[in-house]
């Protein structure tokens, strides 16, 4: 099975700090997805990568900047947390071709004070 | 108008039932359909893939119905363990096929 690990379970950062959230997919999949998640709100996409060293701004980029220099790793980077950054971050990745859905990691749940 | 609609719920079902979840998306270009769980506090997992024809795996049945742009999911002899959220989950022409759209979620609870 396609196994997505991220980085950090639980994380509480303070206002300001610069945050780095990691994602490593083990099948070389191509397609590397960051989403949060908030009640009411859904699956938010934040960025997305379809290549080394490609990016692509999703819905909500704003606040945010990623990174692929290696085709199994994605990092979301938090320039400067905010409270309203307290949230569950997801990785996603997939391979292409349209019959093939995502393989989440476990999920990072931040909190920003 | 979303992408991805479904109801919230939740859904509360005595065990044993049978209980249908409706999504219906709006680009009647989309190539591709999904059914995935999440339980609470948790990353949401792939059920099932729906196809034009219909499928079913075990105890779930998944259909599409591309004139009307719509999705279902029927679970029956509902049981403990499926209380979960089901996101229903769109490939959209956009994004080169590999941009999925998420479904805010039905939320299902099953009873004794």
């Known amino acids: 099975d396609v196994k997505v690990t991220q980085s950090s379970r639980y994380l509480v950062k303070r206002t300001g700090e610069k945050v780095f959230l990691e994602c490593v997919q083990d099948m070389d999949h191509e397609n590397m997805f960051w989403y949060r998640q908030d009640p009411g709100l859904g699956l938010r996409l934040i960025y997305f990568s379809y290549d080394v060293k490609m990016k692509e701004k999703g819905d909500i980029p704003e606040g945010y900047s990623v990174s692929r220099e290696k085709k199994e790793r994605f990092s979301l980077i938090l320039e400067s947390a905010s409270t309203n950054q307290t949230s569950m971050y997801l990785c996603?990745?997939?391979?292409?071709?349209?019959?093939?859905?995502?393989?989440f990691g476990s999920g990072t749940r931040l909190t920003v004070v | 108008r979303k992408e991805v609609e479904q109801d919230p719920g939740p859904f509360n079902v005595p065990e044993g039932a049978t209980v249908a979840f409706n999504c219906t998306y709006s680009n009647s270009a989309s190539q591709s359909f999904f059914w995935y769980r999440q339980d609470c506090r948790k990353e949401p997992k792939l059920l099932m893939s729906v196809y034009s024809s219909g499928n079913e795996d075990g105890r779930f049945t998944a259909q599409l119905n591309r004139a009307s742009q719509y999705i279902s999911l029927l679970i029956r002899d509902s049981k403990l363990s499926d209380s979960a959220t089901y996101l229903c989950?769109?490939?959209?022409?956009?994004?080169?096929?590999?941009?999925?759209?998420f479904g805010t979620g039905t939320q299902l609870k099953v009873e004794l």
């Open positions: 996603a990745s997939k391979t292409g071709g349209v019959n093939y859905g995502y393989t």
């Open positions: 989950v769109v490939n959209p022409p956009t994004g080169g096929g590999n941009k999925l759209t």
